[in-house]
């Protein structure tokens, strides 16, 4: 019978079938973070279990730790770092701490390092585990219980989920980034409305994008609601893979058998969406949830003409808490903070594409702006093609350490109460860059674009685009 690439990686991990349409899945690589694990371990000792394969897993520290220095931030989070430390040591699983030189954003350095590959199956305690996708990897979060399970196991009860194909055909206009196809999928779609799906991405704007542009839609799936995303592999993640520190010995072979890995032509699909790629436009959020989103050239809209009650509600409390009315020019807001960073765009190719629209300009008066490399390999590259100097000379702060950062207000990085922000991270949720900050999503060079201008701006005024 034809099957989705999806089915496919399903299958081919299916350790046991189990009552109800459930599966026991294995799992390839299973990765940790200091925030999401210490109750794991705990469970673990008190079950009296061992970690069943130390070699599939990998500890990375991101979330908590200080980025204005290599610190670890408060005695909370020092205390989350050391307890992770002990437990990878106790149970021999590698661990990138904040001396390491691989450390950095767990869905930046896993796949710098070549541990993301074709036809895997990763699990992480983060939901942007979707990331993985774009390496055509069923990659998804999972919860503690979870994880303490397959550090047990090595395997996981799993229900598996429907397929939804979303087709993005055409070229891609000049000033549009994978973020603004991220953002218009999740528009189109709604937040959450592919609760149950496992979205592959298809059609020749997917195709075109290079591996950081398709990590970043596949990262922004999640807001869609589904659980996982993927994007077959082809010659793009292959050459990716070529000298990665811990890319298979035989890539010659392995990729030979990755080749295959694609959704049968005539396999069937529950849910399909197609986008046309020359309709997208730079885009923002103005509201609350990422898929309360617009064009940059457009206007705040109105809640009374939405015609469901539900989403008329929820676009009356969004512009509320972002202090905005219907009829406002999105353009003509202004920003107190810019921050490129995140699992989503913090990556060598999204610190390039905002260096270029900031080389030579500077940021506007009263502007706080901020970068932070997704990983030491990236500040390293970044630094050493003189991207550092360009952020500075523009009146950016160039991080010195690398994790989450501003992305959440679990460290150090916490906006005021009604900051605005121009963000290049996933979620505008109320409270998310910290308590009462009203935060704008788009794609980095847009965020450098709003640095400048004090505002919410197009990008493409500031490179002769339009």
Not at 25 to 52: C, K
Not at 138 to 144: A, E, R, S, V
Not at 187 to 203: D, K
Not at 226 to 235: G, S, T, V
Request: aromatic residues 6%; proline residues 5%; charged residues 20%.
């Amino acid at each position: 019978m034809p099957r989705t690439l999806y089915r496919k990686l399903v299958d081919a991990h299916t350790v046991r079938r189990l009552d109800g349409g459930e599966v026991l899945l294995g799992v390839d690589l299973h990765i940790m973070n200091e925030y999401t694990s210490p109750q794991a371990f705990a469970g673990l000792a008190e079950a009296g279990r061992s970690v069943f394969r130390p070699g599939a897993h990998l500890a990375v520290v991101d979330h908590v730790n200080a980025t204005r220095r290599n610190a670890a931030g408060d005695d909370d989070g020092r205390l989350l770092i050391e307890t992770l430390e002990a437990n990878c040591r106790a149970h021999g699983i590698a661990f990138y701490g904040l001396g390491d030189p691989r450390q950095g954003i767990e869905h930046v350095v896993v796949p710098e390092q070549g541990l993301a590959r074709p036809g895997m199956v990763i699990a992480c305690g983060d939901s942007h585990t979707t990331t993985y996708g774009a390496f055509g990897a069923l990659g998804f979060g999972i919860g503690t219980s979870e994880v303490a399970h397959v550090l047990a196991t090595q395997t996981l009860v799993y229900a598996p989920l429907k397929d939804f194909r979303i087709v993005v055909e055409g070229a891609l206009p000049l000033g549009v980034a994978a973020k603004d196809v991220a953002i218009a999928a999740v528009a189109a779609v709604g937040a959450g409305g592919a609760n149950g799906y496992a979205v592959e991405f298809a059609g020749s704007a997917v195709a075109s994008l290079d591996l950081a542009g398709r990590m970043t839609l596949c990262n922004m799936a999640v807001e869609l609601g589904a659980r996982a995303a993927l994007i077959a592999p082809d010659e793009a993640v292959f050459s990716w893979l070529r000298g990665r520190p811990q890319a298979p010995a035989d890539l010659d072979a392995a990729i030979a058998a990755w080749r295959g890995l694609a959704s049968d032509a005539d396999a069937a699909f529950d849910r399909e969406l197609a986008l046309d790629a020359a309709a997208i436009a730079p885009l923002v959020t103005w509201g609350t949830s990422p898929d309360q989103a617009a064009a940059v050239t457009a206007r705040v809209p109105d809640p009374a003409a939405e015609f469901d009650p539900a989403r008329r509600a929820a676009a009356e409390r969004a512009l509320a808490y972002m202090g905005l009315a219907p009829g406002q020019a999105l353009a003509e807001i202004a920003i107190d903070r810019a921050f490129i960073g995140s699992c989503t765009n913090s990556r060598i190719e999204d610190l390039r594409a905002a260096a270029k629209v900031l080389r030579g300009r500077r940021v506007a008066p009263g502007v706080t702006a901020v970068v932070v490399p997704g990983s030491n390999r990236v500040r390293a590259e970044a630094e050493a093609e003189g991207l550092d100097a360009v952020f500075r000379a523009a009146g950016f702060e160039w991080r010195p350490a690398s994790g989450c950062s501003m992305c959440l207000a679990m460290n150090d990085d916490v906006a005021r109460p009604d900051e605005r922000l121009a963000s290049s991270t996933n979620r505008n949720f109320e409270g998310r860059q910290g308590r009462g900050a009203r935060t704008h999503l788009m794609s980095p060079a847009m965020v450098a674009a709003a640095a400048v201008a004090g505002h919410l701006a197009d990008v493409r005024a500031f490179s002769g685009e339009v």
